[in-house]
């Protein structure tokens, strides 16, 4: 199997366009043309992980933290990114990052997360705005059932929990052909009118493209009337952390004392617990402070996230408990994730679950 065929498998899954400006999710070495060996799935991949591939025959690692994310201007092995992406490199071995894109898709890693504490009635807790478009196109009545499979076909008309997603209005157009065009009916320089659907879809604004490409497919006019609109709805299956509610409150020191060891936590830091009980938690794997505000109007009792400095904790205002459990910690089983998701598709490849603890951080 090609690396490109498990490439188009992830970005169908978490679409590049729905990382952040600042990240760096793609294919970083080796060619997308190349056979797999094997597949190494890790949070980060730094010289350990690369050396695990080759020890287990895999040529290639899916991580979720990219090796590359500014620039490199040499390659000269001075720095630990440097010696990583050479001995990849000098062994073949392609690495593939897929971070925030899969941070903020709603079957991704705060979803993960979700699923270890336990949580039920689950929804992004920061939804994407600006994600959407609307295609509106005219054709006649008898083609619109072929235009509607091709474009549900790649996605189109896909809205939350609903799939095939289309509105529909019969009306009748004219037009008057003109010397050089082809027109499927009426006669050059004649008017005429047909009996005509206007549709209208909504999809990811990611796919215009691919929307484009198959209308010029599948519509039978030479020119066809058509438009595009950018839409400011927020699309609730992308975006920022979670939030979500558990069977039964808990007392906030055993749910904290639960978190703790489901993710096996060195230790956690938190603010003075002013709920009592625990029953609405909100969520973000990896570097989330920015969400705290998102996740206090939300009326969650507690924001479990990292990397939150001395002064932000401050922020808490006593009127929500935020924790910070680490980021390793938080993002570690999303190696679970990312091999089921490849295993279940890709039954026959060989895939291993990285054994390399990249955790640069320790407790004593």
């Known amino acids: ?5 498990i490439i188009h498998h992830l970005e169908q899954w978490a679409p590049p366009a729905y990382q952040e400006s600042y990240d760096n999710s793609r294919l970083l070495t080796g060619n997308s043309g190349m056979e797999i060996s094997g597949i190494l ?3 980060d991949c730094v010289e350990s992980v690369v050396d695990e591939a080759i020890e287990k025959g895999c040529n290639v690692i899916v991580a979720h933290h990219p090796i590359i994310f500014g620039g490199l201007k040499s390659l000269t092995g001075k720095n630990y990114v440097e010696r990583t992406v050479i001995k990849a490199i000098k062994h073949d071995i392609a690495i593939y990052a897929i971070h925030t894109n ?3 898709v709603h079957t991704g890693v705060n979803k993960k997360i979700s699923d270890l504490i336990g949580l039920n009635e689950v929804q992004i807790l920061v939804p994407s705005s600006n994600k ?3 295609l509106e196109v005219i054709s ?3 083609s ?3 235009i509607r499979a091709a474009l549900f076909e790649i996605g189109v008309g896909s809205i939350g929990n609903y799939e095939n997603g289309w509105f529909g209005v019969e009306g009748t157009s004219g037009f008057t052909p003109q010397a050089g065009s082809d027109p499927i009916s009426g006669k050059i320089g004649e008017h005429s009118t047909n009996s005509e659907m206007k549709m209208e879809f909504t999809f990811p604004s990611y796919l215009k493209t691919n929307v484009l490409s198959a209308l010029k497919k599948v519509h039978p006019y030479e020119e066809f009337d058509h438009k595009l609109i950018s839409l400011e709805n927020t699309n609730q299956q992308v975006g920022s952390g979670m939030i ?10 055993d749910f904290l004392r639960r978190i703790k060891s489901t993710f096996n936590c060195g230790v956690i830091k938190y603010t003075a617990p002013v709920k009592q009980s625990i029953s609405t938690v909100a969520i973000c794997g990896g570097a989330g402070f920015f969400l705290l505000k998102n996740a206090m109007s939300q009326g969650a009792d507690i924001y479990i996230t990292s990397d939150v400095k001395y002064h932000e904790f401050f922020d808490a205002e006593n009127k929500i408990v935020l924790a910070d459990i680490g980021h390793y910690e938080s993002e ?3 190696k679970d994730l990312i091999k089921d998701a490849l295993a279940a598709k890709f039954p026959e490849l060989h895939i291993v679950m990285g054994s390399v603890n990249t955790n640069p951080v320790n407790y004593i």
Do not use: H, I, R
Not at 244 to 253: A, H, I, R, V
């Open 1 to 5: 199997m090609k690396l490109s065929t």
């Open 102 to 104: 899969l941070d903020n």
């Open 244 to 253: 979500g509610k558990l069977n039964q409150p808990e007392k906030t020191e």
């Open 144 to 146: 619109a059932e072929n």
């Open 41 to 43: 799935v890790s949070l």
């Open 140 to 142: 006649p009545k008898e």
């Open 132 to 134: 959407l478009m609307k």
């Open 332 to 334: 570690q089983f999303t």
